[in-house]
């Protein structure tokens, strides 16, 4: 009888080892995924920051190249205050989000953003032999935080636009109020995506632009995918991709109707 006591006291008291080891794992694990979340975060601003630098930097260096051309200058320092406004707002944005703030949400149209996207890109898509179609009505609006929004719409284009460098192709965006959803296809006529690939897309840190025969200047930390989804969920809204290689993508991007 003894003996069993002394089992079960000494079970007890591993139990409750096992117990305190196990609350203080769990404590660090939060403290370590705080810290992933600030790495995250600085990844996916250094990502939508760059998406909007690198083509002000081109516009700008054209406008030096021709010191004499004022209509030019002018143009490029538009965009250059566009582009910071643009960029505060999207910082702004994506900090609120890893805090975990609400956003204010509004109805807006979504013509009206992806025209803004191509503004901000301060690029000619047809220098690179890509043609792009829009088929979005006017009056078709979407509901959430705007420039979110615009991010995602960005990183499917520019990831669009660099599968089809440097041979071209057709960048196809469109969107439609189906069964009382709004529904947005990016599609392109690239490369397409492995297989292998497709399945993981959008998990953290997986690129397809990490080939070294791409096209694509910047290889790409694989967060714009992961950004993507999150903000999408975070609308209430679902993110999907088809693809074969050598046919070409299409991510479908579904979010709830404005009421």
Known sequence: MTNIIEKRLSLHKNLQDQQQLNTALKSQIARLQTLANVGTATYMVAHEINNLLTP??????LALKHPDDRALIEKALKKAVRNCEHASKIMESMLAMADGETQNKKNVSLLALVQEVFACLCRDFA???ITVNIDIAEDLTVRGVPVQIQQVLMNLILNARDAMLPHGGVLTIKAADIDGTVQIEVADTGCGIEAADLKKIFEPFVTTKLDKNSASKNSGAGLGLVFCKRIVD???????VESKPTEGTTFKVTLPKPS
Do not use: M, P
């Not at 002000?56 to 260096?61: D, N, P, T």
């Not at 975070?234 to 999907?240: A, P, T």
């Open 234 to 240: 975070e609308h209430g809204g679902c993110i999907s």
């Open 56 to 61: 002000l930097g081109s516009f700008a260096a």
């Open 127 to 129: 220098k690179d032999g």
